[in-house]
């Protein structure tokens, strides 16, 4: 019972990423940088890895772009947040299991947002061949002071009462 309630919780997760991910992609901000989103369906990953450990955050993360992609079929955009998505993952993991002493999950956010578009930034040089874009990083990484304190904020809030939630039987 114990795995099916677990089972069932990342499913929660992965569709409340993909829905978040979708009212996202909706909203227009009017930034310079082209792409800018608020990062809402980070969340997920975050409170995925809080509760359940790194894996199932690989997991939740992995679903929830692929499942955009094909939702939206916006198979372009697939290699961009999967990228990010990965990196950032990999990103909060290291800095909350290492460092999570120095660190709130404010702060393991921020690094998951900075990581974020790295690996979205390494992508588009990649897919573009072309290094210049790499000088949007400077902006993206303020930007991601930001949006990442608000998802980081969030999670903490929404993994504490998941927790209570978690722990009733």
């Given at each position: 019972?114990?795995?099916l309630?677990?089972?069932?919780?990342?499913?929660?997760?992965v569709s409340?990423?993909?829905?978040?991910?979708?009212?996202?992609?909706?909203?227009?901000?009017?930034?310079l940088?082209?792409?800018?989103?608020?990062?809402?369906?980070?969340?997920?990953?975050?409170?995925?890895?809080?509760?359940?450990?790194?894996?199932?955050?690989?997991?939740?993360?992995?679903?929830r772009?692929?499942?955009?992609?094909?939702?939206t079929g916006?198979f372009?955009?697939?290699?961009?947040?999967?990228?990010?998505?990965?990196l950032s993952?990999?990103?909060?993991?290291i800095?909350f299991?290492?460092f999570?002493?120095?660190?709130?999950?404010i702060?393991?956010?921020?690094?998951?947002?900075?990581?974020?578009?790295?690996?979205?930034?390494?992508?588009?040089?990649?897919?573009?061949?072309n290094?210049?874009?790499?000088?949007?990083?400077?902006?993206?990484?303020?930007l991601?002071?930001?949006?990442?304190?608000?998802v980081?904020?969030?999670?903490?809030?929404?993994?504490?009462?998941?927790?209570?939630?978690?722990?009733?039987?």
């Amino acid at each position: 019972m114990k795995r099916l309630r677990k089972l069932i919780f990342l499913s929660l997760l992965v569709s409340l990423g993909l829905a978040l991910s979708i009212i996202e992609s909706m909203i227009p901000i009017p930034i310079l940088l082209p792409g800018m989103k608020l990062g809402l369906a980070n969340i997920v990953c975050l409170i995925s890895l809080v509760l359940f450990g790194y894996r199932e955050a690989f997991i939740v993360a992995t679903l929830r772009s692929l499942v955009f992609a094909l939702a939206t079929g916006s198979f372009s955009g697939l290699a961009y947040s999967l990228s990010g998505a990965l990196l950032s993952t990999l990103a909060m993991t290291i800095v909350f299991k290492y460092f999570s002493s120095y660190f709130s999950l404010i702060g393991v956010s921020i690094f998951g947002a900075i990581f974020h578009n790295a690996g979205q930034l390494l992508t588009a040089s990649l897919i573009m061949e072309n290094l210049k874009i790499f000088s949007y990083f400077p902006f993206m990484t303020l930007l991601s002071l930001f949006t990442g304190y608000f998802v980081g904020l969030g999670s903490t809030l929404t993994s504490k009462n998941m927790k209570k939630i978690m722990g009733e039987n």
